[in-house]
């Protein structure tokens, strides 16, 4: 997986892919899709939600462009593979889920594996995590047809977000990057993502 599929497709940032050297993403899969954890694609992982392809994983992360002393929020906890991709990266994770079922069993994986920097809680992600704002990046791992405005206003500056932002069926991945009080959106990358449901999603 590390190899052909990240390194060979151009991911180079050297803390990222020894995170995802370090995770056991098998674990974060149901046991009958176990054989196919570290192929090259999504999978679903229960609640008609899906856990990442290992690229675009890598890719999100890389383009965070973290600090060991970062504190990222994720919303759309899912699995818990990403979360804990990031949690072997940076300082502290402050995760968002919607789906209980999801979320117990992403906290358990998370104990089992001591993963203690990761904190996370049910709720609508699209409004962010106010009294631990700001976040020096945001990552969001579901898509909505707009950039939810409580999650620009707590990023840190300077700070970077990934979200894909688009319909139902194919989005635009936008880096935001916040310096100097300025904004700036690009299209790093096409996507297919499940939907983001909330007060600024779906
Ligand atoms: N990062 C996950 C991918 C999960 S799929 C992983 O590594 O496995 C996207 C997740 O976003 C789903 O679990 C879905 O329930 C969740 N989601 C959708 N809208 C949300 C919202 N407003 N707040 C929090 N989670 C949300």
Redesign the pocket.
């Known amino acids: 997986m590390i190899e052909e599929q990240l390194v060979g497709r151009g991911i180079q940032d050297p803390a990222t892919l020894q995170a995802m050297r370090l995770v056991p993403r098998h674990l974060?899969v149901e046991d009958a899709m176990r054989a196919r954890a570290y192929g090259d694609h999504p999978l679903p992982?229960g609640?008609g939600?899906?856990?990442?392809q290992p690229f675009i994983?890598a890719f999100m992360t890389e383009a965070l462009k973290l600090h060991e002393d970062a504190r990222v929020l994720?919303?759309?906890?899912?699995?818990?593979?990403?979360?804990?991709?990031l949690s072997r990266m940076c300082r502290r994770i402050y995760?968002?889920?919607?789906?209980d079922s999801?979320l117990s069993k992403?906290r358990k994986l998370f104990d089992r594996l001591h993963y203690h920097n990761i904190v996370s809680r049910i709720?609508?992600?699209?409004e962010g995590w106010p009294s631990e704002a700001p976040f020096d990046g945001i990552?969001v791992?579901?898509a909505?047809p707009k950039i939810p405005e409580p999650l620009i206003e707590q990023l840190a500056d300077p700070g970077i977000m990934v979200i894909p932002v688009g319909d139902h069926y194919t989005q635009e991945l936008k880096l935001i990057n916040k310096k100097n009080g300025n904004i700036s959106v690009k299209t790093i990358e096409l996507v297919r993502?499940?939907?983001?449901?909330?007060?600024?999603?779906w």
């Open positions: 974060f992982i609640a939600q899906t856990i990442s994983v994720e919303i759309g906890t899912g699995s818990g593979y990403q979360a804990a991709v995760t968002i889920e919607r789906i999801l992403a709720d609508d992600g699209t990552i791992t579901a909505g993502f499940v939907d983001l449901i909330g007060s600024h999603g």
